[in-house]
């Protein structure tokens, strides 16, 4: 069981709107920032999202970060079949002194 | 380029040792914090370990007393050691370098398998 809780998966139609919900705790997404990964079959992991809603250079503004209290939302807008992919949160866990990383949600553009 | 690219894995039998080595090619390791995450098959990311610029080092549950992270700053490297290795460490192994409290850059992985 992951310490941060995303649904499993996901799905919507081309050029529709999907959001991702990150569950945390005080301990980790409600004291600290929140990340967020992309990952594509077969490949690494890529950054989409820093502290909380900051999106690195080179990823388009259809990606978009919040936080509010202990749960974070990862939202795609303009769904394209590139975006099909697992995507991850992460926090830092102040309690314990760990990385938490979300079990992923695979998402399937329709 | 920035890049980060593993090595060191391998197949090796339960109760054994391995080390892994992230070499970091564009940029200065040391001044960054640098983590291991690990993924086994068709399952999660799992965070595994973390080193500071300070030195100070940080192991999941799951590792700790049996994996050591540590980096060499005159080979811009980081490395994982891994004893009394167990079936269930079986994974690709990345190293990802922490950029704006994020892990910004990823290598591409190595495949670590623990099988008799």
């Known amino acids: 069981q992951s310490v941060l809780t995303q649904p499993p998966s996901v799905s919507a139609a081309p050029g529709q709107k999907v959001t991702i919900s990150c569950s945390g705790s005080s301990s980790n997404i409600g004291n600290n920032y929140v990340s967020w990964y992309q990952q594509l079959p077969g490949t690494a992991p890529k950054l989409l999202i820093y502290e909380n809603q900051k999106r690195p250079s080179g990823i388009p503004d259809r990606f978009s970060g919040s936080k509010s209290g202990t749960s974070a939302t990862l939202g795609i807008t303009g769904l394209q079949t590139g975006d099909e992919a697992d995507y991850y949160c992460?926090?830092?866990?102040?309690?314990?002194?760990?990385?938490?990383f979300g079990g992923g949600t695979k998402l399937t553009v329709l | 380029e920035v890049q980060l690219v593993e090595s060191g894995g391998g197949l090796v039998q339960p109760g054994g040792s391995l080390r892994l080595s992230c070499g970091a090619s564009?940029?200065?390791?040391?001044?960054?914090?640098m983590h291991w995450v690990r993924q086994a098959t068709g399952k999660g990311l799992e965070w595994v370990s973390a080193?500071?610029?300070?030195?100070?080092?940080y192991y999941a549950g799951s590792v700790k007393g049996r994996f050591t992270i540590s980096r060499e700053n005159s080979k811009n490297s980081l490395y994982l050691q891994m004893n009394s290795l167990r079936d269930g460490d079986t994974a690709v192994y990345y190293c990802t370098r922490v950029g704006g409290s994020a892990f910004d850059v990823w290598g591409q992985g190595t495949m670590v398998t623990v099988s008799s």
């Open positions: 564009g940029f200065i390791s040391s001044t960054y914090d």
């Open positions: 992460a926090a830092w866990d102040s309690s314990l002194s760990v990385l938490v």
């Open positions: 080193i500071s610029t300070a030195g100070v080092t």
